[in-house]
DNA sequence: GCTAGTTTGTGAATGAATTCACAAGCCTCG
DNA sequence: CGAGGCTTGTGAATTCATTCACAAACTAGC
């Protein structure tokens, strides 16, 4: 398969986020140049995208909202059921396990992991907290496609490796630090001081 | 002034985060090879990135640690304290509200914002929480630079537009949702559920 | 069933970002 | 002080992403 963007398939997010509004609202087609505006890019973009996976429209006419949302669902991956670990059960650990947004894309949240003994066996919006030396061996009993890293930078690339070993190939990552990573284990870093430099940066050549 | 893209920008913060851990282990200087190691990238385009702004290295030596990271630190405008408001005081605002990375490069909290009168009057990391109705004569009466807006999807574009109109040009969004601004406005937004769909779409196609 | 009016899908053209490759400059050592 | 060994800074080449532009395909109205 021809290797996809990554600016592609951010977008094929956007849309699909913007193709269930629409449902929700009963609308039955759409346009790629309504959802481009909606998107904040141009229709030429938004055909060349989907073009990339087949042809999902009807010249003349549009796209089938409901049939695009199920194509878009099927090509992110969201059309299984995901288990979800979340290591780290601080402020943003906790922050993240009541986000209703897991739930919704189907992700489920199988475990939490923590090394303070003091969180270990409470509880974070349902989901016991563990102690992280089970990660290894819990990981090995109860399979998770996707890990989540909520720790402290300084830990952050050591729990990326074991997590990896432990065989997890999809890693979300929370400290603000570039992580190193096999081939074949995707890690994605949410990183928010270096979205803020963004704007200050802004702000300063402005 | 070229207009210099996101991409590098990016970079720059990440060059800047090792040339502080560099510089807290008592490294003097540092090669561009270096540097691209540890961000991920290659020597050229670190370069290439610097060079945009000025000429920063020694020939036959590379860049001296303190200089790279005090001529990052201007060009990314780190060089003054910004002040920042949060709006919402949810999980997501909480969590932001204790991130130490804050303080640290110089943005000062000057105060969160929510709708909920349970909220209003309590503290987040102390900081009041102020009542939403107050935003835009607190803002005139106290400037501020940067808006956080942790608030629910469905409120964020309203949310934008009145912080928008009060004046401030520099917004980090954390609602999963594609917000639209003037252009004099900038807007960078943390979409987790994006990031997810990344990877679950990485899982699918691998 | 023909015409007018839309909107898709996609090669070709353009534009942007990255990588290459090498001259120029600096340091060290003998 | 001159030679050898590095590393930068940067045009040129390449690769990657976006935009253009238009034929093909569909609907609706008559």
Same mark, same amino acid.
């Given at each position: 398969?021809?290797?996809? &963007?990554? =600016?592609t398939? @951010? #977008?094929? =997010?956007?849309?699909?986020?913007?193709? /269930? /509004?629409f449902?929700?609202?009963?609308?039955?087609?759409?346009?790629?140049?309504?959802?481009?505006? @909606?998107?904040?890019?141009?229709?030429? %973009?938004?055909?060349?995208?989907?073009s990339?996976?087949?042809?999902?429209?009807? #010249?003349?006419?549009?796209?089938?909202?409901?049939?695009?949302?199920? =194509?878009? #669902?099927?090509?992110?991956?969201?059309?299984? %059921?995901? #288990?979800v $670990?979340?290591?780290?059960?601080?402020?943003?650990? *906790?922050?993240?396990?009541?986000?209703?947004?897991?739930r919704? @894309?189907?992700?489920?949240?199988? &475990?939490?992991?923590?090394?303070?003994?003091?969180?270990?066996?409470?509880?974070?919006?349902?989901?016991? $907290?563990?102690?992280?030396t089970?990660?290894?061996?819990?990981?090995?009993?109860?399979?998770? /496609?996707?890990?989540?890293?909520?720790?402290?930078t300084?830990?952050? %690339? /050591?729990?990326?490796?074991r997590?990896?070993? *432990?065989?997890?190939?999809?890693?979300?990552?929370?400290?603000?630090? %570039?992580?190193? &990573?096999?081939?074949?284990?995707?890690?994605?870093?949410?990183?928010?001081?270096?979205?803020?430099?963004?704007?200050?940066?802004?702000?300063?050549?402005?």
């Amino acid at each position: 398969m021809k290797r996809i &963007a990554d =600016s592609t398939v @951010r #977008r094929l =997010s956007i849309y699909l986020r913007f193709l /269930e /509004e629409f449902g929700g609202k009963g609308l039955s087609t759409v346009s790629s140049e309504e959802l481009a505006r @909606r998107g904040g890019t141009t229709s030429a %973009q938004v055909r060349k995208d989907l073009s990339f996976f087949g042809s999902f429209g009807k #010249r003349g006419l549009g796209y089938s909202v409901p049939e695009l949302s199920a =194509s878009l #669902r099927d090509i992110l991956g969201l059309g299984k %059921q995901w #288990r979800v $670990i979340i290591v780290g059960a601080g402020k943003i650990g *906790a922050a993240l396990a009541q986000y209703r947004g897991f739930r919704q @894309r189907g992700f489920l949240i199988t &475990a939490a992991y923590d090394a303070n003994p003091e969180k270990i066996g409470r509880t974070l919006e349902g989901v016991a $907290i563990r102690d992280m030396t089970q990660l290894e061996s819990d990981i090995a009993a109860e399979p998770a /496609e996707i890990a989540v890293l909520a720790v402290p930078t300084e830990v952050a %690339q /050591e729990v990326l490796d074991r997590v990896a070993r *432990a065989g997890i190939k999809a890693v979300l990552n929370f400290a603000p630090v %570039q992580l190193h &990573a096999p081939a074949d284990v995707t890690v994605k870093t949410v990183n928010m001081a270096m979205e803020l430099e963004g704007l200050t940066f802004a702000l300063t050549n402005a």
